[in-house]
């Protein structure tokens, strides 16, 4: 049976769907997942969501933030706390979801943001719940954060009675932040496969938003037993009136951030309620694109499928993994950059130099990065309820003191006998010598692996060219069998959020990478051995020295004096 005829008969479960989806969306050396074919750009989707009649709020831009070094984000107990103000809520949405700078080539210019996105279109929309703020506003309010005027767009005005029904459950001193995607941005380009990178997108936002409450002291937490029904009500994406003929948005994700409480503790907390009739609302989103070149009716079923109710929070036990000091030997107290540094000055490599070599040490940091900690601490994995599900394959090609080969980053301990079970029977599993006691990072095959790694990442050379490069293999259908078929997302959110880890990782150690939405799914699981379908390559990602384009001029973000 077909998957529209699925769809269409509502014969499918919701886990089947998404299966459906994506074997549908998988790329082959035969054929590509189903797109446009070519860039319609009459009909280029504006990067820029608005939304017109609502009250602009512009947040100031100082010329320096806070001097922090960038390892002290890791190291929450020791970053005082910035009181909520308008000042810290710049900075926060600075480093979050902020322009970064503008490129331009001839008369063409397109600016980047501290959140990557698949193709630079950029999907991910951000919203705030704040409480009455100095200079902000004498009242709570929903707002939408328009990142080129780096300001805030006020959405609907919550009278006090509001304001205490969300909050009581929670620390006196806190807001939320929400996330939603606009799906059509990366169908313009992608087609059905589009969802997916929305999603990875998600993740790597997400990431960013607890990275950017890291350098202001704050505490951030998931907020995973809200219904999307219920977060699309609390960010006004529900009202049909206010999109009359603008695409919509998909209500992804709520984040709760605290000043003063450990952020994982209020996983406890009760489920918020829907907006009731009392909200006024004000702004009409404008339209994205004149017309719709063509639809994916494909993407809207798989959003469905994996819309959640609203549920209990996700407990689990993290006693079997390793302790920050298992994780790094000696704690990291020094470095190269100072945490802004890394958050504005993070890009996207375009081109790797093939020569580039890093350390040992430095590989090792930066997976340890990539691993929670039994004492709940490291971020941004403190941030999220579940034990890792995205485990690394490794292509390592320039590493000093470490052979080239194939190798596996367990990112959960109790997964090992797993993943042995389920990759290439001839793999020798050999725990790497001299890193660190709780680093599970093991060979499993020597020897060049440049051809393979690029091959399977679309024939992109940028695999094969970097000091490593990687898969993110999820544990697919087990996780849609714990968890629901709206987990779907939460998997790719976590691949996005490693990504984020390792582009600034990349940054703090003087090299780059980038994101690699593009691979041949199945090739992938054969080169590790997989033909079970129960888990999956999710994302792909490259580390090493870049290559600049000397035709791209780069422009400042903002003009500050002109907004002093």
């Not at 009136?241 to 709520?254: I, P, T």
């Not at 994995?381 to 579940?386: E, Q, S, V, Y």
């Not at 259908?477 to 998997?491: C, D, E, P, V």
Request: glycine content about 6%; some cysteine.
């Amino acid at each position: 049976m077909t998957f529209q005829k699925l769809i269409v008969e509502g014969e499918a479960a919701a886990e089947a769907v998404v299966v459906a989806y994506h074997e549908r969306t998988k790329h082959h050396f035969h054929r590509y997942a189903a797109s446009l074919g070519y860039m319609d750009w009459a009909t280029q989707p504006d990067p820029f969501r608005r939304y017109a009649g609502a009250d602009l709020i512009r947040l100031p831009l100082p010329k320096a933030g806070r001097p922090l070094p960038y390892w002290q984000l890791y190291a929450s107990a020791i970053v005082p706390s910035m009181p909520l103000s308008l000042e810290s809520v710049s900075l926060f949405f600075r480093y979050a979801l902020s322009l970064t700078a503008w490129k331009q080539v001839g008369d063409t210019t397109w600016p980047l943001r501290a959140n990557p996105s698949s193709g630079n279109l950029h999907p991910t929309e951000g919203y705030a719940v704040l409480p009455a703020v100095d200079q902000i506003d004498a009242t709570a309010a929903i707002y939408h954060y328009a990142p080129r005027e780096h300001a805030l767009e006020r959405r609907a005005v919550l009278d006090a009675r509001r304001w205490t029904e969300l909050t009581e459950p929670f620390p006196d001193v806190s807001f939320f932040v929400g996330l939603s995607s606009v799906h059509w941005r990366e169908a313009w380009k992608y087609g059905e496969r589009a969802f997916r990178y929305c999603q990875h997108d998600v993740g790597h936002a997400f990431a960013s938003l607890r990275i950017a409450a890291a350098a202001l002291g704050w505490r951030l937490v998931l907020l995973d037993n809200v219904s999307d029904a219920t977060l699309s009500s609390l960010l006004g994406l529900n009202r049909d009136q206010d999109f009359v003929a603008a695409e919509r948005e998909e209500a992804d994700l709520l984040a709760f951030i605290s000043l003063d409480s450990p952020a994982f503790l209020l996983t406890e907390s009760k489920p918020l309620t829907a907006h009731g009739n009392g909200v006024f609302w004000q702004g009409r989103a404008n339209t994205l694109s004149s017309e719709h070149s063509v639809e994916w009716p494909v993407i809207e079923a798989v959003a469905q499928a994996t819309r959640r109710c609203e549920s209990a929070p996700i407990k689990e036990d993290f006693s079997s993994f390793p302790s920050e000091g298992d994780l790094f030997g000696t704690p990291i107290r020094q470095g190269l950059l100072t945490a802004e540094m890394a958050i504005l000055g993070r890009r996207s490599a375009v081109a790797m130099d093939g020569s580039t070599a890093i350390s040992r040490a430095t590989l090792f940091r930066m997976l340890a990065r990539l691993i929670p900690t039994q004492e709940r601490r490291a971020m941004p994995w403190d941030a999220i309820p579940w034990r890792p599900r995205i485990h690394i394959g490794l292509f390592v090609h320039r590493v000093d003191g470490l052979a080239p080969g194939i190798y596996a980053l367990v990112r959960d301990p109790d997964k090992v006998d797993i993943l042995k079970r389920v990759m290439h029977s001839e793999f020798c599993w050999k725990r790497v010598p001299d890193c660190p006691p709780g680093l599970p990072l093991y060979l499993l095959q020597d020897g060049d692996c440049r051809a393979l790694a690029t091959t399977v990442s679309c024939g992109q050379d940028i695999a094969g060219d970097g000091a490593f490069s990687l898969s993110m293999i999820a544990d697919y259908i087990n996780s849609l069998a714990t968890y629901g078929s709206g987990f779907y997302r939460n998997l790719f959110w976590e691949a996005g959020m490693v990504g984020q880890l390792l582009y600034l990782e990349a940054e703090e150690a003087g090299i780059r990478a980038t994101g690699i939405g593009c691979y041949f799914d199945d090739p992938v699981h054969a080169a590790f051995g997989i033909v079970s379908h129960e888990w999956q390559s999710f994302y792909h990602f490259t580390v090493g020295g870049s290559v600049e384009d000397g035709r791209l001029t780069t422009l400042p973000a903002y003009n500050f004096e002109e907004e002093q």
